[in-house]
């Protein structure tokens, strides 16, 4: 029991609880199946956004082209759904059996070569990591080893996003164009689109997320994570320290493009097809806002920010069909003009204050009606108490919220 | 092409031109085994682009600049750094969201690529190291601040103390002093004597009571050029030196 608190006493671990708490208990037991699955297509941006705080909000790039990598892994995984539920029993009725419809509609009679390898689940699996990942380095190493950085990288991804968005719809014998990859049916035999494997697949997605929250919270308390915020405000003394500093832009560019790949492949599994509509510019430049929402600097935070703006989207939409875009755009604008650091920053700079005075004010009355209850002749005891409540006070990290880690010196 | 030395840095027919114009100036530059070195010139005679070049921050156009028998024109700036060649710039340059300590840690030369920054471990080396140096650039009661809430002076320190921790051969600094009071003047002249005992020093500087207080040997720099060199008297009664400099 004791050791239970003193880990949920260490710094970032209790947000995390909190969380988990959320995801895993609340929202499975308050939201039915439809909700739910709603529920879990917004945690899939969550990846994306847990990758932008890394990248941004600690390293300092901006990424404008974020859906490119979200993209890349959820056609991975859309290619494989694809590929299995077009097997030549259900397709026979095509020209060519046995290959997926788009590409019999546009005239295709083999499957691409390109296309063999996404027959195998497991080469799906690494393929959703590591092909954001690799195209990630190419772009970066390119770019980084120049120098080029600030608004001519957050440009250039930018462009990337809308090469692949053309790329995507212009082969659409390969892709299926605008329209996508739809009829998504089964992973491995496995009926994605029942309700049971609805639910079970929300629980692997906010598995799958709250694991890449611990691990990025353990990146922050690294030294990559010191090095990330030092080369974010000084450059060049961290290139003067003897560091390569784009090869440290490089890995957090990578590490952000997989998290994005992973959240696109959860995306096509849970929603049952893939699009270049969540490729392009546009999507992109949300996946940013989001992680500004929820703010940039916290990885629990991109999560609620995530959650907050996509339950709003939804909302806004079924509610004032006219009206939703405008709404959306104040909630953007107010959130991120009030507070520049998110949900987040506004949570370290005034509610967790107030809870704290509060908490401070509450304990001070306890222990007031304890020494009046135990009167004069159990001094020690008294004495024990006070002493714990001074380090409980003095406990709670009370850093201004761009001042997060705080891995305790000497 | 250049000559075999025993000198820690052997600076070589340097030049840099930025649009045809020579910033650096077949430049010949030698700095000895535990020598401190004070270099003066007036605004723009290429005394901070002369460290930029050493330190890799601007590419040569031509020549050579060998640090311990070594071609540095070639490598890149961290590879400098990792020969044991340190630089201090003349605004001081810390990490201001990071405290003393995580300054101080992050300059410990280990943990320098990738993957060994992710599995670097603040071992009882690394504490103690921060604590030694801490306590020479006189910040160690200091280290759990936020390197921004520090003085101008302070700050200065702790970039000097961040170039300790890496232990470099040659040590760079530009206008240390810049800002600092009196006092604080002191501290650092004393503890610029200190750090010279065991490596080479270069410091660029114009507040010639300072460099008065510290140098072994100065360095006159004009137009890209060396003017003079040799004592702090000789230099100062060299006639040229009178009259590009000392004489404004």
């Known amino acids: 029991m004791t050791s239970i608190k003193t880990l949920l006493k260490q710094p970032g671990v209790l947000s995390i609880a909190i969380l988990a708490a959320l995801l895993l208990v609340v929202f499975p037991a308050a939201f039915d199946i439809f909700r739910l699955n709603l529920i879990g297509k917004y945690l899939t941006y969550a990846f994306v956004a847990i990758g932008l705080v890394l990248l941004w909000g600690w390293g300092g790039v901006l990424s404008l082209g974020q859906g490119v990598f979200f993209g890349l892994g959820g056609y991975a995984m859309a290619m494989f759904l694809k590929l299995e539920a077009s097997d030549p029993e259900t397709t026979k009725i095509q020209s060519t059996p046995g290959i997926p419809d788009f590409m019999d509609w546009n005239q295709l009679t083999a499957l691409p070569i390109w296309w063999e390898p996404f027959h195998s689940l497991t080469f799906t699996f690494i393929g959703v990591l590591a092909i954001p990942m690799l195209l990630a380095f190419l772009i970066s190493y390119a770019m980084f080893k120049r120098r080029v950085g600030g608004v001519y990288f957050a440009i250039i991804t930018q462009a990337v996003a809308l090469i692949l968005t053309t790329l995507i719809i212009g082969l659409q014998g390969y892709t299926g164009g605008v329209n996508g990859m739809t009829d998504l049916k089964t992973m491995a035999g496995w009926d994605t689109r029942t309700d049971s494997a609805k639910v079970i697949l929300y629980y692997a997605c906010a598995g799958m997320l709250l694991l890449c929250v611990v691990l990025g919270t353990w990146i922050q308390r690294s030294k990559f994570g010191t090095l990330l915020l030092a080369m974010r405000d000084k450059e060049d003394r961290v290139r003067f320290s003897g560091y390569d500093v784009s090869m440290f832009k490089v890995a957090a560019f990578c590490l952000a493009a997989g998290v994005s790949g992973i959240g696109g492949a959860f995306f096509a599994l849970q929603v049952g097809f893939m699009s270049p509509s969540f490729v392009g510019i546009v999507p992109s430049i949300e996946l940013v806002i989001l992680c500004a929402v929820g703010g940039r600097m916290s990885l629990v935070g991109a999560v609620y920010g995530a959650l907050l703006v996509n339950a709003a989207k939804t909302l806004f939409s079924e509610s004032f069909p006219d009206l939703w875009l405008f709404l959306m755009a104040a909630l953007f604008i107010g959130v991120t003009m009030a507070f520049p650091l998110g949900l987040a920053g506004l949570f370290e700079s005034h509610i967790k204050p107030w809870w704290k005075k509060r908490s401070d004010e509450r304990r001070r009355i306890k222990q007031r009606l304890k020494e009046l209850e135990n009167g004069d002749d159990d001094h020690g005891g008294t004495a024990n108490e006070s002493g714990d409540t001074v380090s409980a006070i003095a406990d709670p990290s009370d850093s201004p919220a761009g001042l997060v880690i705080r891995r305790s010196p000497v | ?248």
Request: proline content about 3%; some cysteine; glycine content about 8%.
């Open chain 2, 1 to 248: 092409m250049s000559s075999n030395t025993d000198f820690v840095l052997a600076v070589e027919d340097l030049t840099v031109s930025f649009d045809g114009f020579k910033a650096i100036d077949n430049l010949n530059l030698y700095v000895d085994h535990n020598e401190l070195r004070v270099i003066i010139g007036p605004n723009g005679a290429g005394k901070t682009t002369l460290l930029d070049m050493i330190c890799g921050k601007t590419k040569a156009t031509a020549g050579s600049i060998k640090f311990k028998n070594e071609e540095m024109t070639v490598l890149p700036e961290y590879t400098r750094v990792r020969k044991g060649i340190g630089r201090k710039f003349q605004t001081p340059s810390i990490y201001e969201n990071l405290s003393v300590f995580q300054n101080l840690e992050v300059s410990f030369p280990k943990g320098r690529s990738v993957i060994g920054a992710v599995f670097f471990q603040c071992t009882d080396e690394v504490k103690a190291r921060v604590q030694a140096v801490a306590e020479e650039i006189g910040l160690a009661d200091t280290l759990s601040t936020e390197a921004g809430l520090l003085s101008h002076g302070q700050k200065q320190w702790l970039e000097i103390g961040m170039l300790l921790m890496q232990e470099p051969e040659l040590l760079m600094l530009d206008e240390p002093i810049a800002g600092m009071s009196v006092r604080e003047r002191e501290l650092t002249a004393e503890l610029l004597k200190r750090i010279s005992s065991n490596r080479s020093v270069i410091v660029i500087e114009h507040d010639m009571e300072f460099v008065k207080k510290i140098a072994q040997k100065v360095t006159v720099m004009h137009q890209g050029k060396i003017l003079a060199e040799g004592t702090m008297d000789d230099v100062q009664s060299n006639p040229q030196v009178i009259e590009v400099y000392l004489g404004h």
